[in-house]
């Protein structure tokens, strides 16, 4: 095989590459974007919400930049209105956040929701966060925020292994983008 056939061969790398990272943050936006069941003001404690769809749900907590938001002082629960039942949330470890130039918001918990209905979320006596966390939070030296500018909100969501499969994908369809630019063009040498 010619050495031009081989660069070129090399070179489909960037195009796939461009398409397999055009997929992999399409998926990452889904969980960082997924459409809003319910928008709960810290100050109402409590709001119903109705879900359609059933699957894997999301609670995050948004509020004004660089103030310090009360994490540590409440515990959402939610109930299956008709049931009863309540349902069973799963901290999130990473905690993913959406920044803009003034408001943030932070993922809180994770939890499935098996049946349509109409759901309530309440704010209970509690804390959100670990006993670490917690700590750390007393030492930073914010101002307190504005709670009327604070909300709780549940969105949906995605299943952790497709989070993690995108990311992956991500800095895989990085490296084959850079790769085969780099290497389309060293092939003369690498070869010779």
């Not at 997929?23 to 709960?40: D, H, I, N, P, Q």
């Not at 009360?70 to 008709?82: D, G, L, N, R, S």
């Amino acid at each position: 095989m010619n050495i031009v056939t081989i660069k070129i061969l090399i070179f489909c790398l960037v195009p796939i590459g461009l398409m397999l990272l055009y997929l992999s943050v399409k998926s990452l936006r889904r969980l960082l974007f997924g459409a809003m069941a319910v928008e709960l003001p810290y100050l109402n404690k409590t709001a119903s919400f109705h879900v359609n769809e059933v699957g894997k749900y999301s609670i995050w907590h948004k509020g004004v930049l660089l103030q310090k938001v009360p994490v540590t002082q409440f515990k959402p629960i939610i109930k299956h209105v008709e049931t009863g039942e309540i349902i069973a949330l799963k901290s999130s470890v990473f905690r993913p956040s959406v920044n803009g130039f003034d408001k943030a918001r932070v993922l809180l918990y994770h939890f499935n929701l098996l049946d349509k209905g109409k759901y309530n979320i309440e704010l209970t006596e509690g804390s959100s966060v670990s006993k670490l966390e917690k700590f750390i939070s007393k030492l930073v030296p914010l101002k307190e925020a504005n709670l009327s500018q604070y909300t709780i909100q549940i969105r949906k969501s995605q299943p952790f292994y497709i989070t993690m499969v995108s990311i992956l994908f991500t800095v895989f369809s990085g490296l084959m983008i850079i790769g085969g630019f780099v290497l389309s063009l060293l092939a003369e040498q690498i070869l010779c």
